[in-house]
């Protein structure tokens, strides 16, 4: 018989105490094996087994999966809510054996889906509970409106934009859950700003230019303007780096056209940097969180 993830987890931590040396349990297998799962069991029953079980730290690392999921994972063919990252849990353990912190570090976070996904899945869940959850006022102040009309909701399943409902309520239980770990409202509106970036980023469209040897047109320029008013960016300049590349020689600057490839590319690599960024800043966020004292004695990791 495997053996149980609760023993595999009783083991590890006896180990801690007896031998005091770090364990790491490596959680793996094929999308929609039970990874994710398997591994929230294991934290819950390794803070079970602390001395003075600290359910505190144990909610916190639980209310924080909704964050993790919203930004990490996507519907996949396989798997509804399938984790498009590799994570790292590291639990921090004191003398006692009691469990005083965790921080997670992020792998891989498949950000190419941000631009493309097969036609049966479906974007990050963010973008789905956006515009299922934020209010009226909270898209116009974006520029967004009908999640229909857009690539990033468009690239992806379009029956997901039919449940509303749940994605409503999943935004509002991230929205929730930014707030305990210390987001304000200024960091929600800057969170807002870089979502509507991406997805207008997403929307900007070349031409090729009725000349040769001139620079690419932006088919609609509006929505540079936009990205960069939501980055506070100049938006010129956004726009030249789209079309143009700039390299230094000698202390003289260069600049290059960019072709309809190399447009879409870097405007696309813009989108998916500022979502990699973004995810980072969420997980710093939450490893502040997690960590309510900096000591570290041994720790346990996934
Ligand atoms: N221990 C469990 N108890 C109940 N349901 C489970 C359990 N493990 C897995 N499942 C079911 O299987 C689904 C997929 O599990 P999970 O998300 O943990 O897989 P995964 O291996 O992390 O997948 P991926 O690699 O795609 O992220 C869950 O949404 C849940 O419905």
């Known amino acids: 018989m495997a053996p149980h993830i609760f023993n595999v987890a009783a083991r590890a ?14 959680v793996s297998g094929e999308s929609g094996a039970g990874k994710t799962e398997s591994t929230k069991l294991m934290v819950k029953h390794l803070v079970y087994m ?17 964050l993790l999921e919203a930004f990490g994972n996507a519907q996949t063919i396989i798997n509804d809510n399938s984790s498009r990252f590799a994570k790292y849990l590291e639990l921090s353990f004191d003398e006692r054996g009691q469990v005083i912190g965790a921080t997670i570090r992020d792998y891989m976070l498949e950000k190419a889906r941000v631009v493309t996904c097969n036609k049966d899945e479906g974007n990050f869940h963010i973008f789905y509970s956006l515009f ?13 409106s009908e999640s229909k009309d857009y690539r990033i909701i468009k690239c992806g399943c379009l029956k997901l934009l039919e449940e509303k409902t749940k994605y409503r309520e999943i935004y509002l239980q991230q929205m929730d859950a930014l707030k305990r ?15 509507g970036a991406i997805i207008h980023l997403t929307e900007v469209r070349f031409k090729e230019a009725d000349k040769a040897n001139e620079p690419l047109e932006i088919v609609n320029p509006d929505q540079v303007e936009l990205a960069a008013e939501l ?10 780096s789209l079309i143009k590349t700039k390299t230094e020689y000698g202390g003289e600057q260069l600049y290059h056209l960019k072709n309809l490839e190399q447009a879409r590319e870097s405007c696309d690599a813009l989108a998916k940097a500022i ?7 969420v997980i710093r966020r939450i490893n502040e969180d997690l960590n309510p004292t900096k000591q570290r004695y041994e720790t346990l990791s996934y």
């Open 13 to 26: 931590y006896q180990r801690i105490q007896e031998e005091k040396t770090n364990q790491v349990i490596l």
């Open 50 to 66: 602390s001395p003075n079980r600290s359910d505190d730290l144990h909610n916190k690392i639980v209310q924080v999966n909704p």
């Open 132 to 144: 299922a959850g934020a209010s009226k006022q909270q898209l116009i102040g974006l520029n967004l």
């Open 181 to 195: 770990i210390g987001f304000d409202a200024d960091d929600m509106n800057i969170l807002h700003c870089m979502l």
């Open 231 to 240: 980055l506070n960016v100049d938006p010129l300049e956004l726009c030249l």
């Open 275 to 281: 979502y990699e960024r973004m995810f980072g800043w």
